[in-house]
């Protein structure tokens, strides 16, 4: 994955996360229920925030093009295999 195309996707989790942490989409979950015993609207607002960081860390693991492995400073190929 490029640098432009990693760009675009942490952009995109940005907007999306602060849609689905708004008031519109979050009042749909303020009602009196509870859930395990937690209230859904709180339920909801740290259900969605571990999904995003998680999806955020995800976008970030994933090498880029271009970048030697792990441990190869040089990105020469050695012939020692």
Known sequence: ????RRNER?????IAASLALNYPIA???SE????????VLYTYLY???????????????RPTM???PVG????KQSDDA
Request: no cysteine.
């Open 32 to 39: 009196q229920g509870l859930l395990f015993g937690i209230p």
């Open 10 to 14: 942490l952009v995109a989790l940005v």
């Open 72 to 75: 190869d400073l040089t990105g």
């Open 66 to 68: 271009g970048t030697p």
């Open 47 to 61: 259900l969605t925030w571990a999904i995003f960081i998680a999806l955020v860390a995800a976008v970030m693991e």
């Open 1 to 4: 994955m490029t640098n432009e």
């Open 27 to 29: 009042f749909l979950f």
